[in-house]
C-alpha cells in the first residue's frame, strides 16, 4: 500500500471514530428512548466500520498509529466545530500545534 493511499485509510478512520463518537453522544442526549437507542446503535455501526478499517491494513503499528492520533485530533476538531458548533479555544489550539508538530515529527522522521 502506498503511503498516500495508508495516510487516506487513517483519515478515514479517524473520520469513522470521531463521527461514530458523535453519533453516541447523540444518543446520549437524546431525550426519547428510541431516540437514545438508535443513535447510539448507529454510532456502534460507525465505530466497528472504524475498527475494520484501522486494522485492515499491515502496517507499522507504532509508527502510523502515532499519526493516527494527529489525523484524530483533526477530525475530532473539525467535527466539533461544524457539528456541534464548538470553537477550538486557546488550550485546544496550543495542545493540537503540540499534537501536530509530533505528528509531523513521526511522519517525517528517519524510521
Do not use: K
Given at each position: 500500500?502506498?503511503?498516500?493511499?495508508?495516510?487516506?485509510?487513517?483519515?478515514?478512520?479517524?473520520?469513522?471514530?470521531?463521527?461514530?463518537?458523535?453519533?453516541?453522544?447523540?444518543?446520549?442526549?437524546?431525550?426519547?428512548?428510541?431516540?437514545?437507542?438508535?443513535?447510539?446503535?448507529?454510532?456502534?455501526?460507525?465505530?466497528?466500520?472504524?475498527?475494520?478499517?484501522?486494522?485492515?491494513?499491515?502496517?507499522?503499528?507504532?509508527r502510523l498509529l502515532?499519526?493516527?492520533?494527529?489525523?484524530?485530533?483533526?477530525?475530532?476538531?473539525?467535527?466539533?466545530?461544524?457539528?456541534?458548533?464548538?470553537?477550538?479555544?486557546?488550550?485546544?489550539?496550543?495542545?493540537?500545534?503540540?499534537?501536530?508538530?509530533?505528528?509531523?515529527?513521526?511522519?517525517?522522521?528517519?524510521?
Amino acid at each position: 500500500m502506498s503511503p498516500l493511499v495508508t495516510y487516506l485509510v487513517l483519515a478515514c478512520a479517524a473520520l469513522l471514530e470521531a463521527g461514530g463518537d458523535l453519533l453516541v453522544r447523540r444518543g446520549m442526549e437524546h431525550p426519547a428512548p428510541t431516540g437514545r437507542l438508535l443513535w447510539m446503535a448507529l454510532g456502534g455501526v460507525v465505530l466497528f466500520a472504524y475498527g475494520c478499517v484501522v486494522n485492515a491494513p499491515r502496517w507499522e503499528f507504532g509508527r502510523l498509529l502515532g499519526i493516527y492520533v494527529t489525523l484524530f485530533f483533526l477530525a475530532a476538531q473539525f467535527i466539533a466545530w461544524f457539528a456541534r458548533g464548538e470553537r477550538p479555544g486557546p488550550s485546544i489550539l496550543i495542545g493540537g500545534a503540540m499534537i501536530i508538530g509530533g505528528g509531523a515529527v513521526i511522519l517525517l522522521g528517519p524510521r
